[in-house]
Every structure is written in C-alpha cells, then in structure tokens.
C-alpha cells in the first residue's frame, strides 16, 4: 500500500517536470506558511518541517503547527540533521564530534555519543541506516564505516581513495532503499550497498545535497529543481523564483525563501 501511494505521489511529481519552461507557481496552491529564518531545513516522509538554526532545530507539523522546539549550547552549532526516519533524528555537532538522538517529540535519547570514544572523530559526514545504524564517513582513512544499533562496527570499506582511484571530498550522503549515496561534488554520486560494497557512480556533480525517492533523485541548483532518473537516465527540470532549497515529500513542495518555509501542493 505504502509503495503504491509513493508511485502515485512520485508519478504525479513526473508530470509537473514535463515542461523546462513550467513554472511552479502555475500548477501548485499553498498549503500553509512557516514563518521562521532557518539557517537550513529538512523534512522526513510524514509530512514534518525540521528548521534548523544555530544549535536549535524547530519542528513543525504537517499543518504548519509548532511542535516542540529543541537545542543543547554545549555542543556548538548543529553541522546536519538526518531526519529520514522520523522517530529517530540523527543530530550531528561536527565541532564538538558529538552526535545526539532525539524521538519524533525532540526529546533526547539517551546520552551524547562522543565520537572520540570510538576513534571516529575525524568523521565529517554522518547519516542514519537500517534497523538504528549509523554510518560515518572519516576522513583520516577515508572511508565508510557502518555502527549497528548497539554502536559496534559491522561495516568498514577501508581506503575508497585506494579502492576507487579517485581523490574524495564528500559533502553529504544519505542511505534509502537498500544504498548509501556518498556526493563527491567534483565527480558526482557514489552508490555502495549496505555491506559498503560500491555500486556505481552517478553522474551528477556539483551537489551540495539531494533527496531520494524510489529510482529518482531530485536536487534543487541555481532556481532549478531537478529529476534524474536512476534507471532510464531521463532528467527533467522545473524553476522556482527567489527560493533557497527545495524538498518534496509525498505530492507537497517545502520551499524554503530567506523568511519562512512555503508548503505548496499540486493544484488539481
């Protein structure tokens, strides 16, 4: 049922980025207006707006609602926040080498994990995996590595710079359906899957950071939301005006402007 809902959510989504010249105020109505500055923001699947600020995250309803507001002023400015599962947001403090969880109250879940206690603070990237993993990118040996609920290391890809040939400055990466995306802006997506097993490069470069949705990858860059499909490699386009980042969940566009977050859906 679930899958069907996000083919039809996805299948709708295709056929607004039909036409390059479609404007996104031509085919949406809005739904409701955050209005808050965010230094950046993310959503999960349900429909929730996280706006992040400093050492605060802000989360918002499906409805625009203010649910509960969050921030911890001992571990320095919040460097990302992995909300791709909603019960469980991954706040990560690269200064501090310090990452928190929180429940979908934005309560914390049990202490900060300190990464120096697991020789892991020289990660620069982190992201949420299956069944409450979490992966590391580290940069001092360049590679993936992968802790499982308990914090004990199951994966380790060692070197990718020795294995792949290539020279690494990954900016972002996320994990969806079975593969972790690792974005190395000058050469473009790099797939492994969950055993850390690299997969293939996707050939989008210049990212600073995108969403997965099924075989579709969707970024925004320079006023322009863009579908690459994964599978026949079609890639479709659709402008905004004036607008930081854009995020799609279910059949809603999350525009964030330098004020507010604008919540847009399709008009019917």
């Known amino acids: 049922m679930q899958a069907n809902k996000l083919y039809k959510a996805l299948s709708v989504i295709a056929l607004l980025f039909i036409s390059f010249s479609f404007s996104a105020d031509d085919g949406f109505k809005p739904l409701f207006t955050i209005k808050a ?96 993993g979490i992966w590391f990118f580290n940069r001092q040996n360049m590679e993936l590595i992968r802790l499982d609920e308990t914090f004990k290391p199951v994966v380790n890809t060692g070197n990718l710079n020795r294995l792949l040939r290539t020279d690494l400055k990954p900016n972002f ?46 970024y925004y860059s320079n006023g322009i939301l863009k579908s690459y499909n994964m599978k026949d490699l079609s890639q479709k386009e659709l402008a905004f005006k004036d607008v930081l980042d854009v995020r799609i969940e279910k059949e809603n566009y999350f525009l964030l402007y330098s004020d507010s977050v604008v919540v847009k859906t399709i008009n019917n």
């Open 37 to 132: 500055k965010a230094d950046s923001f993310t959503t999960d699947n349900l429909g929730n707006t996280y706006l992040i600020r400093g050492d605060e995250i802000k989360k918002y309803s499906q409805t625009g609602d203010l649910i509960k507001a969050f921030s911890n002023n001992t571990t320095g400015k919040i460097a990302s926040v992995d909300a791709t599962n909603p019960l469980r947001l991954l706040v990560f403090y690269k200064d501090f080498a310090t990452i928190l969880i929180l429940d979908d109250l934005l309560s914390q879940n049990g202490d900060p994990m300190n990464l120096l206690d697991y020789g892991l603070e020289q990660s620069d990237l982190i992201c949420n995996s299956f069944n409450n």
């Open 173 to 218: 990466m996320i994990e969806h359906n079975g593969y972790i995306y690792l974005n190395n802006p000058d050469e473009g997506i790099l797939a492994f899957d969950i055993y850390g097993t690299y997969f293939k490069t996707i050939p989008v470069k210049g990212l600073q950071h995108f969403q997965v949705k099924d075989n579709v990858l969707f």
